[in-house]
């Protein structure tokens, strides 16, 4: 069967650094999604992978890994902004998007 | 700006009625989704479209039906609600191809079945 999985739950502190990991099992694989969600409100787009490595975009960074199913979302120098769920979502063969439960990130001052 | 919108937000409906919840994009993407999301699942697909009336089921269809007659809209029909169709419905689209994945959420429609 195809499968995500991340951490349900992370906490961090205003000015850190954390990664927020995602493994996948897809039929086939067209590539990997980071979206944040804040509560309350939709979804949206963070970043996008297809080849192996790291994809920087500001404080976000994503990273991905074929041979091993994985990727991880790297954010720097915290803000309580960004107090959200991050999904992650992997496109499979069919260009179907497996969707992972999220992981809800709280920030502490 | 191009968007994408959805309507009721919010709507309390009792079980056995027939519920529809509207989305509109301005983006002239192709494909639109409807998920579905819950508390302790991943966002969950229940129908989707490529195109002026092509429709799919996605993995949670049972109970909804969609009609696509034109680009821009993409209405989510619940036959007969049941309680168990209580959550918070998002509508999305997107580009074909590469940029399937990348998805324009709509607000969300949060649906309460009594």
């Known amino acids: 069967g195809q499968n995500i999985d991340q951490p349900t739950e992370m906490t961090a502190t205003e000015g850190a650094i954390v990664q927020i990991n995602c493994t996948y099992q897809t039929s086939g694989f067209n590539g990997l999604f980071w979206y944040q969600q804040h509560a309350g409100e939709a979804p949206t787009f963070l970043s996008y992978?297809?080849l192996d490595g790291l994809e920087e975009k500001g404080r976000f960074s994503s990273f991905l890994s074929r041979s091993k199913g994985y990727s991880y979302l790297l954010l720097k120098e915290l803000q309580m902004k960004d107090s959200a769920s991050y999904l992650c979502a992997a496109l499979d063969s069919n260009y179907q998007l497996i969707w992972g439960a999220g992981t809800k990130l709280i920030i502490k001052p | 700006d191009a968007e994408i919108t959805q309507s009721p937000r919010h709507k309390i409906t009792e079980t056995g009625r027939q519920v529809t919840l509207a989305c509109h994009q301005t983006?002239?993407?192709?494909?639109m989704f409807w998920y579905r999301q819950d508390l302790g699942h991943g966002l969950r697909l229940i129908h989707y479209?490529?195109?002026?009336?092509?429709?799919n089921k996605g993995e949670v269809s049972d109970g909804y039906s969609v009609s696509r007659s034109n680009t821009e809209d993409l209405p989510l029909t619940l036959e007969s609600a049941a309680s168990s169709q209580t959550s918070v419905y998002f509508c999305a689209s997107s580009l074909q191809g590469r940029d399937t994945g990348e998805l324009f959420f709509g607000e969300g429609s949060r649906l309460t079945v009594l």
């Open positions: 479209s490529y195109g002026v009336q092509d429709t």
């Open positions: 992978n297809v």
């Open positions: 983006w002239n993407h192709n494909n």
